[in-house]
């Protein structure tokens, strides 16, 4: 089993920056997709940004430009640099792992954008 445990969501007034962090434990070994995904009111969930399994970055064309996703191997964390934030930013914000095939998520962050 994998543990995902996300932080950093909060109220930010649009124009401002976040930074999300998820950090994982147990069997982290083999772990080849790690990324962040979003899920606003209403809508599905969707993909803002991961390293694939190829070893490259994909991110969302809305956020391209304004968020930036990085990571450390020891411990094996994951951050998501939101700049320029928007309102229709504000959605909570899912860490994903994928180990043999078996996909994990955390239990969400809370990001809201609004003046």
């Known amino acids: 089993q994998v543990q995902l445990v996300e932080s950093g969501g909060d109220l930010v007034q649009p124009g401002g920056s976040l930074r999300l962090s998820c950090a994982a434990s147990?069997?982290?070994?083999?772990?080849?997709?790690m990324g962040w995904y979003r899920q606003a009111p209403g809508k599905q969930r969707e993909l803002v940004a991961e390293?694939?399994?190829?070893?490259?970055?994909s991110y969302a064309d809305s956020v391209k430009g304004r968020f930036t996703i990085s990571r450390t191997n020891a411990p094996l964390t994951v951050y998501l640099q939101m700049n320029s934030l928007k309102p229709e930013d504000t959605a909570v914000y899912y860490c994903?792992?994928?180990?043999?095939?078996?996909?994990?998520w955390g239990q969400g962050t809370q990001v809201t954008v609004s003046s």
């Open positions: 994903k792992a994928v180990r043999v095939g078996h996909i994990f």
């Open positions: 147990g069997s982290i070994y083999s772990i080849n997709v």
């Open positions: 390293f694939t399994d190829r070893g490259s970055i």
